[in-house]
């Protein structure tokens, strides 16, 4: 059991090792590092100097436009924060998709790269926008803001768009690089690596679950609010809870566990409603007001949170309709040390009976 336990360690600085000295996934997490900096860089710039320029609104000559305006002034923040935070899991999410080789991830990566991009482009209008109603209300000390952070914001969505076309190609290059790791590893059985790859599918949308759901919330919280104080306590409560859920989802897949999947698939169909109902209420006549300053960003996050959520129930059915077909013991053995020629194709090491030797007749 300690040899286990410490050979865990020296696997993940193994792993993690390899990522620089092989070619391709060394410049795919180049690739995505450049990004990550270079749109914080712009993104910081920016934050300072809105930050820099603003007046002190404590007691400011709202009218009746009050709540609208105050709305404005979280704008800002939370779109330049909230991309910086995509940057940051993205990077996170790169690292562990290298290293365990799992070219389902990597993939992912490059859709919600192009999510990202969606963003990118939504900000420059959502935070003009925001910049031009501000100024009606002389918020700022330098009436020019805008055409000091419109470049740096219109570079952004071209540096992800660039991006977006070098990881996709590396990432075609890492397919080809691990698909004879993914044999090796694996072995031939057709029907295992089936099985194997739903599994890996599903734990993929787990991850990118979090992150839309956690966007979709933050900018609600801050810009939105609820219109009273149970609704934003009660939305301020779902984010802890959906970590558990997702979480226990995960597990409940690892131990093939079918009471706890057939729970997680309703709570499931409860988040899909919930999102369904926030869509419909941004564009209620008479809940829109409410929803203006963050609209684009809002509907964006909340469409791709609806389409995840459908994927993912549609792959947990699949790795539900799996269990009891011998992926679990794959799943739960202990891990082992093996060399760069037989790195894993996973975010969980897999283990694969040896091969038998074919006997010939002499």
Known sequence: MAGTKSSRPSSLVKSTGEIFTRKWPRLFFIAAALQAILGIAFESYTFSQFQSGLKDMTDAE???????????????????????????????????????????????????????????ALQIDQIH????????????????????????????PCIIALDT?????????????????ILKHIGADYRMKKRFLHYQVYIALLKFDFFFFIGFTIQFLVVVGGKTPVEFR???????????????????????????????????????????????????????????????????????TIILIILTIINALVCLFNFDRGLKQHLNSPRQEIDKDQASYSMNDVEQAPLPTRMTID
């Open 62 to 120: 709202w009218g009746l436009n009050k709540e609208d305006g105050e709305s404005q002034l979280k704008t800002i923040p939370t779109f330049l924060g909230l991309l910086m935070l995509a940057f940051i899991y993205d990077i996170v999410l790169v690292w562990d998709a290298l290293r365990m080789k799992n070219t389902i991830q990597v993939i992912g990566l490059c859709i919600a790269n192009l999510a990202f991009l969606v963003y990118g």
């Open 129 to 156: 926008q925001a910049i031009i109603i501000l100024q009606e209300y002389h918020a700022f000390n330098d009436p020019n803001i805008w055409d000091e952070v419109q470049g740096e914001l219109i570079a952004i």
């Open 165 to 181: 076309v070098v990881i996709s190609f590396i990432a075609w290059k890492l397919y080809q690089e691990f698909a004879w790791d």
């Open 234 to 304: 009660l939305t301020a409560a779902a984010i802890p809870i959906t970590i558990i859920i997702l979480l226990c989802a995960a597990w409940f897949t690892r131990r093939e566990w079918k009471s706890g999947m057939v729970l997680v698939m309703i709570l499931y169909l409860g988040g899909l409603a919930y999102f369904i109902f926030k869509l419909a209420r941004i564009y209620d006549p008479k809940e829109e007001q409410y929803y203006m300053p963050v609209r684009k960003s809002l509907t964006a996050f909340a469409v791709l």
